[in-house]
């Protein structure tokens, strides 16, 4: 039988064809892990992932993150010891993040679970008294309690949006029942509520079930009158004790005194005012003021002070904020 040159390429072309059939679908897949895949030599946790495909990946990761997930939880109190149970922060791992990191890593290359760290609400700083913020940078935050003086804070407010600065207005829930469009107000200008707790009491003369009373309900009664939930406890009068503390931190607050007193309540002369914050003034200042007539005339003084003296005015929370 004499085969022609165009026979032997005939039969060339069919045993092509026939190997194609046999061989194609794992060329495919061989090219689409090569094309798509993770490169070659990548590792996940020490774990060899090269040539897996995205959804593959998937089942992985999800596989590792059950074992890397830590669960949250509050700080607490022993009321039995006192004893302070520090917080744990939880993580969880970000599969997608993971994923995405990957197919984007570099042939031979380590990747680590992309994590996400879950905060706690309640930490151990809930459980201390705070006299003054961090001292790494030169802001302060200044405080207002109310419980009176209805008539000084318009005046307040102007001078306070004149220089474009956000106080901190701790007022009391029986004030706030009492004027709520004033106390909406000063929330609607964007300053931070406080809880001044529901009525002036002396809370270091109170059991645990009083202080979360008077706490709880200056939370309801302010939160009804500004739409705004406080996250800071400044006890009336200053008077506390470490239960006082306790109990607060238990309901998310972190309790806040002072670093400047300007005991304006005593109406001093403004002049007075002014020099007792010029005095103590410091990096991480807590500066306690209250709607008086000699504050409102001090305070344009006490603000210009503070821009010439380099310091930001900000809130009590972003003062405090980690």
Request: aromatic residues 10%; proline residues 3%.
């Given at each position: 039988m004499i085969i022609t040159k165009r026979g032997i390429v005939l039969i060339a072309l069919v045993f092509l064809i026939f190997a194609l059939g046999l061989l194609g679908p794992?060329?495919?897949?061989?090219?689409?892990?090569?094309?798509?895949?993770?490169?070659?030599?990548v590792t996940l946790e020490g774990q060899l992932v090269q040539g897996l495909l995205e959804q593959e990946l998937y089942d992985v990761v999800a596989s590792l993150a059950e074992a890397s997930y830590v669960e949250a939880s509050n700080a607490s109190c022993?009321?039995?010891?006192?004893?302070?149970?520090?917080?744990?922060?939880?993580?969880?791992?970000?599969?997608?993040g993971t994923v995405d990191a990957l197919l984007a890593a570099p042939a031979q290359s380590k990747v680590d679970l992309v994590t996400v760290l879950i905060l706690?609400?309640?930490?151990?700083?809930?459980?201390?008294?705070?006299?003054?913020g961090p001292t790494t940078e030169p802001r302060v935050a200044l405080m207002i309690n109310v419980d009176w003086g209805d008539e000084f804070i318009p005046g307040m407010l102007e001078v306070f949006a004149h220089y474009g600065?956000?106080?901190?207005?701790?007022p009391t829930g029986r004030w706030a029942k009492a004027s709520p469009s004033l106390a909406k107000t000063i929330a609607q200008a964007?300053?931070?509520?406080?809880?001044?707790?529901g009525w002036h009491g002396s809370?270091?003369?109170?059991?645990?079930?009083?202080?979360?009373?008077?706490?709880?309900?200056?939370?309801?009664?302010?939160?009804?009158?500004?739409?705004?939930?406080?996250?800071?406890?400044?006890?009336?009068?200053?008077?506390?004790?470490?239960?006082?503390?306790?109990?607060?931190?238990?309901?998310?607050?972190?309790?806040?005194?002072?670093?400047?007193d300007t005991v304006d309540w005593q109406r001093p002369a403004p002049t007075v005012?002014?020099?007792?914050?010029?005095?103590k003034i410091v990096n991480g200042a807590l500066v306690l003021m209250h709607p008086t007539k000699p504050t409102l005339e001090a305070l344009p003084v006490i603000l210009d002070?503070?821009?010439?003296?380099?310091?930001?005015?900000?809130?009590?929370?972003?003062?405090l904020a980690d």
């Open positions: 794992g060329l495919y897949k061989t090219a689409q892990r090569t094309l798509y895949g993770v490169k070659t030599g022993n009321w039995q010891t006192g004893e302070i149970t520090a917080e744990i922060v939880g993580q969880l791992v970000d599969v997608k706690p609400s309640i930490t151990s700083a809930h459980f201390e008294a705070i006299y003054r600065v956000s106080a901190t207005w701790f964007g300053h931070e509520i406080g809880n001044h707790g809370a270091s003369g109170m059991s645990r079930t009083e202080t979360a009373r008077l706490i709880q309900e200056g939370e309801d009664l302010i939160l009804e009158a500004t739409g705004q939930r406080p996250q800071v406890f400044a006890p009336p009068s200053g008077d506390f004790n470490q239960q006082t503390v306790a109990v607060a931190a238990e309901l998310g607050y972190k309790t806040v005194l002072w670093t400047v005012i002014i020099d007792r914050v010029k005095a002070y503070l821009v010439q003296r380099g310091f930001q005015s900000v809130t009590v929370t972003e003062l």
